[in-house]
């Protein structure tokens, strides 16, 4: 409690901000590290048919991600609001349910998993030559090491959401570092030449770590924190699940999105040729680091704003908001002008082939125009969780991803076949902007009012 309450409420603002970001920054940039280490690593062994294994389960992945989000941002946000209010016994319950059941639910996806494995994977596109090194890398990274992730990321929210952004980046960067140390020993022939099973593996292991750690540290500061996973508290849960979820499902509902949305735009770009669907995963993995980037701001921002919002203090909060936000479109507008003038070297480190540079510098110079406007309206909408706003959150994340791509897929294919896949992200993200813009302003109109009143 006194954590929270130094940073969240006495520190100036940003310092209070900055003391939030940069943790829940580095661990976003060592995320967005490994997730490629496998696709590199096992990209060494020149063997496409493992590289496509690899692909084909990162959406599938995703999802629980999805499940994470449900309960860990919703109840991140809660724990933060109770505390906000000076009610630590409610953060107390809020954080086991939390716990509890985000665990539960993550465990039965898992557990449920290979029971269907073998239709999902053909949905997401695992072909005769690919399917048993898909199947092999999803057991390890869902079925077996599935639950880790889950209790990594719950854990890595609830931890942040009392001020503790340097401990759950340390979890996460531990996992983090572990996977790029046993990614090559596990894959390449010289060491056990499991290929891509192994990277499921190093996967598994490095979540299993991470999740070994975060239980090692709510147990060192059981005396110090807010958090409290016992068991019994789980009588509560009618009193708090509506809560939680209903903050976390535009968050959970936007990574599902995401799933579809990038499913839509491989398939229309495939149509095509080769090259381009190889420069469009290309372009898929540069723009990778600015939206890292800007989760890795949001998730910093989201206690502090969820704390002061409770508080009363208004006035912080937006402050707050504001210069967040400015470090993210800062640095998003850095990517933009990078990446629009050095489009074709950066295609060039992935592939020499020049038709797949040649398309890759065209799409990622369409595409990176949406990332100043990513990179307000992803923290805008972790600002309406922080807030209790479910409505206006909800309402963001789905036009953000989801209701308008696969229309606007159609009809931007139609007008510039092929290139016009590449203006839907800046197209959606200009709607979305216009509406996080609008929801903000009538948010701020109210509160104003109020306090006149």
Known sequence: MFSAQNNFENLPVRQA?????IPALVS???VLIYHLAD???VGLLNDPRQVAAVTIVGPIFLLLTAISNLFGVGGASAVSRALGRKEPNTAKQISSVTFWWGIAI????????PLCSTPVLKIAGATDETFSFAKDYANWVISYGGVFTVITLLMVSLVRSEGMAAAASFGVS???FLNLILDPIFILPQFLNMGAGGAGLATALSNFVSAGY????LWQSRDNTTLDFSPSRLKHTTRHIGEILSIGFPSAIQYFLTVVAVTAQAYFVSRYSTEAIAAWGIVKKLDQLPLYFSIGVAQGLLPLL???HASGNLQRRHESFIFGCAISVGFSLLCLICYEIFAPQLGRIFIENAQTVQYAASFLRRMVVAMPMMAVSYPMIIQFQAMGKPRESLICSILRKGVLDIPFLFLFDWIKPLYGCMWVQPAVDGIALCAVI???????????KARIA
């Open 39 to 41: 696709t590199y690593f």
């Open 106 to 113: 993550g465990l039965i996806a898992c557990l449920a998993f």
């Open 306 to 308: 969820a704390y002061n």
């Open 438 to 448: 609008f929801f903000y302003w009538r948010i701020l109109h109210h509160e104003k």
């Open 17 to 21: 901000v900055l003391k939030q970001i």
């Open 28 to 30: 976003q940039m060592i």
């Open 214 to 217: 975060f239980m090692f540290h």
């Open 174 to 176: 531990l996992g983090g």
